[in-house]
C-alpha cells in the first residue's frame, strides 16, 4: 500500500463493521418485532376465548 | 390515480414487497461490492498524487454520498408523511434514520483517515467536514426526536419536521467546496462535464457506489418490515400473516 496501509485497511475494516452492525442490527429489529406481533396475536386470542 | 398511490402505499403491500426484495437487494449488493472491491484494490493504478492512500476513496465517497442521498430520502418520506398522511412516511423514515447514521460515521472516521496523510491532520473545522458534522448531529437529533415523546404519532410528526428542516444542509455540504475555500477537493465525479478521474479508477468507485444503494436498499427493506409490523401489530392482516 505504498506507507498508507495503516490509513487504507482500516477504512475497508470498518467499512466492513458498520456493514455487518447494519445487518446485524435490522435482523434483530425484525425479529423483535416479529416476536411482538406473535406475542400480540396470543393476547387476543387469550381474550377471545 | 390517487387510489392506486394509496393502494401501493398500503402496510400489507409493502411488507410482502419488502420481503421480496431483500435477498435480490443483498445478493446483488454483495457481487457490486465484491468487484469494487477486488478491482480498487487490486487493479486499480496508484494515484500520482496521492499514491495508494486514494484508495480510501472507495469507502469514503460512496458512505459520504450515501450519508446525503438516504437523509434526503427521510426528509422526503416524512414530507409525504405529513402532507398526505400517509403514515408509511413515518415507517420509511424511521427506517432510514439508523442506516443514514451510520453511513455518515464511516464517511466521516473515512474522511479523517485520509486526512492525515493528506493535510497533515485527522480533522479540521473545514465547511465540508463541519456540515457533514452537523449531518450526524440532525439524524442523531432525529432519532432521538422520535423516541422522545410516549405517543408515537407525535414523534413521528416531529422527528419529520426536523428532518424537513435540516434538509437545507443537504446543498450545503455537496457544494461547500464551491461557495467556500475548502481544504477538501471539489467534486470528481458529481459534476457537469467529464469526471476527472480515470476509468480504471472510476469503474470500481461506480460499483462500490451500487453496492453501497444496493446494501441500503436490502436493509430498509428489512428495517422497513419490522417498522411496519410494530405500527400495525393490531392489524387483521398482521394476524393473517402471523398464522401463515
Known amino acids: 500500500m505504498g506507507g498508507y496501509a495503516r490509513y487504507v485497511w482500516p477504512c475497508f475494516g470498518l467499512a466492513t463493521v458498520i456493514f455487518a452492525w447494519n445487518l446485524w442490527s435490522a435482523r434483530r429489529y425484525l425479529a423483535a418485532a416479529r416476536l411482538r406481533a406473535a406475542r400480540a396475536l396470543i393476547m387476543a386470542a387469550g381474550g377471545e376465548s | ?104 460515521v464511516l464517511a466521516l472516521v473515512t474522511g479523517s483517515l485520509w486526512g492525515r496523510p493528506m493535510w497533515g491532520t485527522y480533522w479540521a473545522w473545514d465547511p465540508r467536514l463541519t456540515s ?6 440532525l439524524y442523531v437529533g432525529v432519532m432521538s426526536l422520535r423516541s422522545a415523546f410516549e405517543d408515537a404519532a407525535r414523534g ?53 457506489f451500487l453496492g453501497f444503494m444496493l446494501f441500503f436498499g436490502a436493509v430498509l427493506c428489512m428495517r422497513l418490515q419490522a417498522e411496519v409490523l410494530n405500527r400495525e401489530r393490531q392489524a387483521k392482516w398482521v394476524r393473517e400473516a402471523m398464522h401463515s
Open chain 2, 1 to 104: 390515480m390517487w387510489t392506486w398511490f394509496y393502494k401501493l402505499a398500503s402496510p400489507p403491500h409493502v411488507y410482502g414487497v419488502a420481503a421480496a426484495f431483500t435477498p435480490w437487494f443483498l445478493g446483488l449488493a454483495a457481487i457490486a461490492l465484491g468487484y469494487g472491491v477486488v478491482d480498487g484494490l487490486a487493479f486499480a493504478p496508484a494515484d500520482y498524487q496521492q499514491g495508494d492512500a486514494f484508495r480510501i476513496i472507495y469507502v469514503h465517497v460512496p458512505s459520504a454520498w450515501m450519508s446525503e442521498f438516504v437523509y434526503t430520502t427521510m426528509a422526503i418520506a416524512g414530507a409525504i408523511a405529513l402532507i398526505w398522511r400517509i403514515k408509511l412516511g413515518h415507517a420509511v423514515a424511521a427506517a432510514c434514520a439508523p442506516i443514514g447514521a451510520s453511513f455518515t
Open chain 2, 132 to 137: 457533514e458534522l452537523i449531518l450526524l448531529f
Open chain 2, 156 to 208: 413521528d410528526r416531529a422527528a419529520a419536521l426536523l428532518s424537513i428542516v435540516g434538509v437545507v444542509n443537504v446543498p450545503i455540504i455537496h457544494f461547500s467546496v464551491v461557495w467556500w475555500n475548502s481544504l477538501h477537493q471539489g467534486a470528481t465525479v458529481a459534476k457537469f462535464g467529464k469526471p476527472s478521474m480515470d476509468l480504471s479508477m472510476l469503474w470500481p468507485l461506480l460499483s462500490m
